[in-house]
Structures are given as structure tokens and as C-alpha cells.
């Protein structure tokens, strides 16, 4: 069967693993309504449920539609409090958010010099754009000090999370 792209090993990386406390960064954090820089300490401390940090490709990529629409249609802000993390800029985000009617449930991290993700590890170079280097896909389940319940981390790409399996953590 020919998929239209190929399916590429992304190699090893080095992610912060369960149990640890996932790194903090303060990015622009993107609702259906504004901005502004907010750092993920603050979103767990102030949530009474899991964080569910979701690292994901550019917007408008076919695995970013993919995994948010997945998302949405599972209904994890029912039991969580979930924030994407992309290289895409803000007005991406809104974009992103309105297409995929999640923004009154869901917020989007901005860092398009994808430093939060080499900082957890999981930088990868975007395949046919040179010196562009973005997230691989990742879950992290965080509690409200950002210790790390559930990790997942893409080995290949395009891959998706096991949706059941973040759920169970939920």
C-alpha cells in the first residue's frame, strides 16, 4: 500500500522519563480569545486535574489535524487539563483552534525556536526543510507539581499516541 510518505526512524531521544518532574518553560499560551506567556508550573498548579501536555507537528500538517482531532473527539478536557506544544506562531494556533473547534477547551504553547522541546529532548529536524527543526510527537501526563505520571514519545514519523492508554492515565 502506498501511503503518499515514508515512515522514517526518528532515531534516539532522550526524554525525561515517569516519575520525573517534566521540565518548566514560559511560552506564549494561545486560548480562542488571546495570548500570553504563561509557564507550565502556573497551568499545573492551578489545575485540579492531570495536565496533559501534547508535543505536535506544525500547524496544519496532516498529524497536528490528526492528533487534535482525535483529541477533541475523545473528550480529554472532560477529565484534564490539555495544552498542545508546536513550533507554530500564535495566529497559527488561533487558526489551528478555530478549524478544529477546540478553542473554548483547549490551549496551544507557541515556541517556534522549539526550544521547550530540545529542552525535554525530543527535537527532531523537519524533513525537507533545512536548518527548521520542530517537536516529535509526545504525550506527557503531568500531576499539579509537573511530576510525570505517563510518557510517550514518538520513534517514528509520522506515529500517534495510544489514545486508550492516555486515557487509562486520565
Given at each position: ?13 532522550d ?12 511560552r ?25 501536555l ?117
Amino acid at each position: 500500500m502506498d501511503l503518499g510518505f515514508d515512515i522514517v526512524d526518528l532515531g534516539a531521544a532522550d526524554p525525561p522519563a515517569e516519575g520525573e518532574q517534566a521540565p518548566d518553560f514560559t511560552r506564549p499560551l494561545v486560548n480562542d480569545e488571546y495570548w500570553e506567556d504563561v509557564a507550565l508550573s502556573a497551568v499545573c498548579a492551578e489545575s485540579d486535574d492531570p495536565v496533559v501536555l501534547v508535543f505536535h507537528p506544525m500547524d496544519g500538517a496532516f498529524p497536528a489535524t490528526y492528533v487534535w482531532n482525535e483529541i477533541r473527539d475523545r473528550g480529554w478536557h472532560e477529565s484534564a487539563t490539555v495544552v498542545g506544544l508546536s513550533i507554530s506562531t500564535p495566529y497559527a494556533h488561533k487558526d489551528l483552534l478555530d478549524e478544529r473547534s477546540i478553542g473554548g477547551d483547549y490551549r496551544l504553547y507557541s515556541d517556534p525556536g522549539n526550544g521547550v522541546a530540545q529542552e525535554y529532548g525530543i527535537a527532531m529536524d523537519t524533513d525537507g526543510m533545512a536548518g527548521i527543526e520542530e517537536p516529535r510527537p509526545a504525550v506527557f501526563v503531568l500531576d499539579d507539581d509537573r511530576t510525570i505520571e505517563y510518557a510517550w514519545v514518538g520513534q517514528q514519523w509520522p506515529s500517534f499516541p495510544d489514545y486508550d492508554t492516555v486515557e487509562a492515565q486520565l
